[in-house]
């Protein structure tokens, strides 16, 4: 099992272009289904990875992604004006997700969206997406508290086992750490709740 991915990993997904998901939150529909909204909290110098998962989550699970740091309705000196747009941008979407580099750790901006993700999402709508620098430990990530702490999106190979023995399915999940146990969900079907 794969908990904390490295920079740089998602890059095959980059493709995309940024403009779709700095638009305002609205309903957009794919097949006529409404497409699931996510808001991704991010450090706004790190748009290599961003540009990334937000390819991976558009073209493999077709949800609709936003992002504040391109949005051109942003006030262009942050105040209290960029606080109340980001909370309601956040309150709209259907999902929270930290790109959750030691940048974004390090953010007072990242941990404050966060905490409000946290008060509008908390549990079910809410995940990290723990990245690490390219090459290094995963000792080296500062975030592994907050892996206890919040749902993390994981990738199992396909070799792992579930308690009752039978084979965990290769693929993206979002893993949940309970008092009881450990939950997985596969990343689709937590994207479609």
């Known amino acids: 099992m794969k908990a904390i991915f490295e920079q740089g990993e998602f890059n095959a997904f980059s493709t995309v272009r940024l403009d779709e998901a700095r638009s305002n939150i609205q309903e957009v529909y794919q097949f006529a289904q409404v497409k699931k909204t996510v808001f991704i909290s991010h450090k706004h110098d790190e748009l290599n990875d961003l540009k990334g998962v937000l390819g991976f989550l558009e073209q493999n699970y077709g949800v609709k992604v936003y992002i504040d740091s391109q949005d051109p309705s942003m006030p262009k000196v942050t105040s209290s004006e960029t606080a109340m747009q980001i909370k309601n941008r956040i309150e709209k979407c259907n999902k929270f997700i930290l790109l959750a580099t030691n940048g974004a750790i390090d953010s007072k901006w990242c941990n404050w969206e966060l905490g ?72 689709e079907d937590w994207l479609k709740k």
């Open 116 to 187: 409000f993700g946290d008060a509008k999402k908390y549990r079910d709508h809410i995940a990290l997406l723990p990245m690490k620098p390219a090459g290094t430990y995963d000792s080296s990530y500062k975030g592994n508290e907050y892996l206890s702490i919040y749902p993390y999106i994981s990738y199992y190979n396909g070799t792992e086992k579930f308690s009752n023995g039978t084979p965990v399915q290769k693929g993206y999940y979002v893993l949940t750490q309970e008092k009881d146990g450990v939950y997985i969900t596969l990343l």
